[in-house]
T-cell receptor
Framework: KAGVTQTPRYLIKTRGQQVTLSCSPI?????VSWYQQTPGQGLQFLFE???????NKGNFPGRFSGRQFSNSRSEMNVSTLELGDSALYLCASSYTPGGPNYEQYFGPGTRLTVT | GENVEQHPSTLSVQEGDSAVIKCTYSDSASNYFPWYKQELGKRPQLIID?????GEKKDQRIAVTLNKTAKHFSLHITETQPEDSAVYFCAATRNSGNTPLVFGKGTRLSVIA
């Protein structure tokens, strides 16, 4: 099976702009989670989608939003970019959001730089 | 909500020695504890996980132990090799489908040849 893929891999944006990142889960996986990774804060949970519904949301401002499509692909959007949004954005997929066989697999990430 | 503390933040060992990374969690209802390895510039990779119905799990040179009473779990790597050098993350969740994975801040392991 192909792994989790993310596009684009690298992005450079200017403060105030908006950005959309895309994530394609492993075939058959219906749950997608998004994380922000920064050197000082580790992996911080943004949100999780399952069957096109947001199930969980982390402690991030409303500028961060996401959605999931019927084919389980997910996008996240950051509006009005700030310098502090510079980070590696990782998505991870699992077959379901939980359960006895729950395992989560990460994509390669999108490196966002805000100047 | 869940809070996961991970120690140490950095760890250096000689090749061939063992390495131990420890995590504590706050939510007594958490029952799934994965470990991820992230090499420089790469994605985090799931290397081993443990569920609350067992106390220990091994996979070749790596093992994880879980103490539910004390709410802590540990990763043990034996006979370390230079390719074990990476950042390791622990995580915990209730695995109910309604709570996300919560990660520790990571441990940078350096194996010195």
């Amino acid at each position: 099976k192909a792994g989790v893929t993310q596009t684009p891999r690298y992005l450079i944006k200017t403060r105030g702009q908006q950005v959309t990142l895309s994530c394609s889960p492993i075939s058959g996986h219906r749950s997608v989670s998004w994380y922000q990774q920064t050197p000082g804060q580790g992996l911080q949970f943004l949100f999780e989608y399952f069957s096109e519904t947001q199930r969980n949301k982390g402690n991030f401002p409303g500028r961060f939003s996401g959605r999931q499509f019927s084919n389980s692909r997910s996008e996240m959007n950051v509006s009005t970019l700030e310098l502090g949004d510079s980070a590696l954005y990782l998505c991870a997929s699992s077959y379901t959001p939980g359960g006895p066989n729950y395992e989560q697999y990460f994509g390669p990430g999108t490196r966002l730089t805000v100047t | 909500g869940e809070n996961v503390e991970q120690h140490p933040s950095t760890l250096s060992v000689q090749e061939g020695d063992s390495a131990v990374i420890k995590c504590t969690y706050s939510d007594s209802a958490s029952n799934y504890f994965p470990w991820y390895k992230q090499e420089l510039g790469k994605r985090p990779q799931l290397i081993i996980d443990i569920r609350s119905n067992v106390g220990e799990k091994k996979d070749q040179r790596i093992a994880v132990t879980l103490n539910k009473t004390a709410k802590h779990f540990s990763l043990h790597i034996t006979e370390t090799q230079p390719e074990d050098s990476a950042v390791y993350f622990c995580a915990a969740t209730r695995n109910s489908g309604n709570t996300p994975l919560v990660f520790g801040k990571g441990t940078r392991l350096s194996v010195i040849a």
